[in-house]
């Protein structure tokens, strides 16, 4: 499998699907999460578009540097990725943290960036969010990624898909955070180490984009996603009923739709 090293010697693992001559389309994963949580996109895209996954550091088989990390520092591992693929710009979406890092190459990369899609994501710090995640690394170090799946599950899935899949979610969920807590934890102070400045920077965003939250997500709800829609000048805010944070795995076929028709409409040209 394909890596590229990053400015400061990191190997980024990445795979491609698709045509290699569709209009690109770069995936970027949130907090602890892998290139295997697009799995349900990989064919809603693969018949047109060039599907581009990597690992973020810290996760997959990219290298796990020793933290602190830097959100800045991950999306020019993103762009280090495009540049290793020879692609000039690409259509991107970021789930999560990874839609932080969508936002900062909307912002700092504008010109490698076709369009955006911003699902489950923000763009403040709130102080409630702050404390479970600064919880949430603390159990990671203390307890292990077992008891953090068990702490996180209910902030990421609906109730009703929380009742009927907790026994797998038992046993595959520390299988899907194949993290170690020290990367985890990194991940984490990457996020609070984020300044706010982003926020008013978003106005600046030329790409046409995609806001996406699911009406039950507790983590990132409806009121960020608001905000994102309200601050990108070319945007639109699609609401998923009954999706909760984890919705492109969890509800994936309503997702799909969303993310297909917009990236349809939006690529007609490429």
């Not at 693969?46 to 599907?51: E, F, L, Q």
């Not at 990725?81 to 690409?90: P, Q, R, T």
């Not at 403040?124 to 159990?139: D, M, S």
């Amino acid at each position: 499998m394909p890596t590229v090293s990053a400015h400061d010697g990191t190997r980024i693992h990445y795979d491609t699907f698709g045509p290699d001559d569709g209009p690109p389309v770069l995936l970027v994963q949130g907090l602890g999460a892998d290139s295997r949580g697009w799995m349900r996109q990989r064919r809603m895209l693969s018949d047109r578009y060039r599907g581009i996954v990597f690992d973020n550091r810290g996760v997959g088989r990219s290298d796990v540097p020793p933290g602190p990390y830097d959100l800045e520092v991950m999306a020019d591992d993103a762009v280090a990725v495009l540049d290793d693929l020879g692609i000039e710009s690409a259509h991107v979406m970021g789930a999560s943290m990874g839609g932080v890092i969508a936002q900062i190459l909307g912002v700092r990369h504008r010109r490698r960036v076709r369009s955006l899609v911003l699902a489950c994501t923000g763009c403040q710090h709130l102080p409630w969010r702050r404390e479970l995640l600064a919880e949430w690394g603390e159990v990671a170090r203390t307890k292990g990624m077992r008891a953090l799946v068990d702490t996180a599950a209910r902030w990421l899935m609906g109730p009703r898909s929380r009742f009927r899949l907790w026994p797998v979610v038992g046993v595959l969920g520390p299988l899907a955070l194949q993290v170690s807590p020290e990367a985890f934890t990194a991940q984490i102070d990457a996020i609070l180490a984020l300044d706010d400045k982003l926020r008013f920077e978003l106005t600046s965003i030329e790409a046409p984009t995609l806001v996406l939250v699911g009406s039950q997500d507790i983590l990132t709800p409806i009121g960020d996603s608001e905000l994102l829609d309200d601050l990108i000048p070319d945007s639109e805010l699609v609401i998923i009923t009954g999706a909760a944070h984890g919705f492109m795995f969890e509800t994936a076929g309503r997702f799909n739709e969303s993310v297909r028709t917009f990236l349809d409409r939006v690529s007609a040209d490429d």
